[in-house]
């Protein structure tokens, strides 16, 4: 079983709707990590949080250390969003362990 | 600021052959780590170098090896590729690790690809 479990593998939408896309670990965490990768390779650092509640945006980022879950959500889907969502855990600042990603496409 | 920039963006190697791929990080900082990202696959972390030394390593082979400049630029080195070494390969930059503890954000490269052929 990975580390980190990302969920929906992917998520087709019509632009304006509500994305929701969710996150578990299974171990320790210092902070966990929202990245977006654009075809082309390049990852770009959404959110880094180790509690609560983070928002960018039409981005906002959740965590629940005790559940050991976190969400990342967008409002107002557009087809720019369109991308693979990454869910990264660090601990101790040593690497980053990495979810398998889930593929947003927003539909205009 | 400058971003972190790789090189090359694309390469192509055929199998045992040797490869060398460069990094420079984000003005400021001075860790790097080093990630290889198979197609549609999260990446795995490699290695990473802090004031250039190996602060932390992936399961990877011994024929994987890094180095890391006094200006915090980065090598990463493959010998005798495989195959299975073609991936996208990302290299990060972050500012904090002291001592080998805390955490910061770690900003990413564009990435080499790589084709093992």
């Known amino acids: 079983k990975n580390e980190v479990e990302q969920s929906p593998q992917n998520l087709t939408a019509q632009e304006g709707e509500f994305i929701t896309i969710n996150c578990s670990y299974s171990v320790g965490i210092s902070a966990l990590h929202w990245l977006q990768q654009h075809p082309g390779g390049g990852i770009v650092s959404l959110f880094m949080?180790?509690?609560g509640k983070k928002k960018h945006g039409r981005l906002i980022a959740t965590i629940n250390i005790q559940e050991k879950h976190s969400s990342l959500h967008i409002t107002a889907s557009h087809p720019r969003d369109s991308a693979v969502y990454i869910c990264?855990?660090?601990?101790?600042?040593?690497?980053?362990?990495f979810g398998t990603g889930t593929r947003l496409t927003i539909i205009p | 600021e400058t971003g972190v920039t790789q090189s090359p963006t694309h390469l192509i190697k055929t199998r045992g052959q040797q490869v060398t791929l460069r990094c420079s990080s984000q003005?400021?900082?001075?860790?790097v780590s080093w990630y290889q990202q198979a197609l549609g696959q999260g990446p795995q972390f490699i290695f990473q170098y802090y004031r250039e030394e190996e602060n932390g390593r992936g399961n990877f082979p011994p024929r994987f090896s890094g180095l890391q400049f006094p200006n915090y630029s980065s090598e990463l080195n493959v010998n005798a590729l495989e195959l299975d070494d073609s991936a996208l390969y990302l290299c990060?930059?972050?500012?904090?690790?002291?001592?080998?503890?805390?955490?910061?954000?770690?900003?990413f490269g564009p990435g080499t690809r790589l084709t093992v052929l």
């Open positions: 990060a930059s972050s500012g904090v690790v002291a001592g080998g503890r805390g955490t910061d954000t770690q900003y």
């Open positions: 990264a855990v660090s601990r101790g600042g040593e690497k980053l362990t």
């Open positions: 003005s400021g900082h001075n860790t």
């Open positions: 949080l180790s509690s």
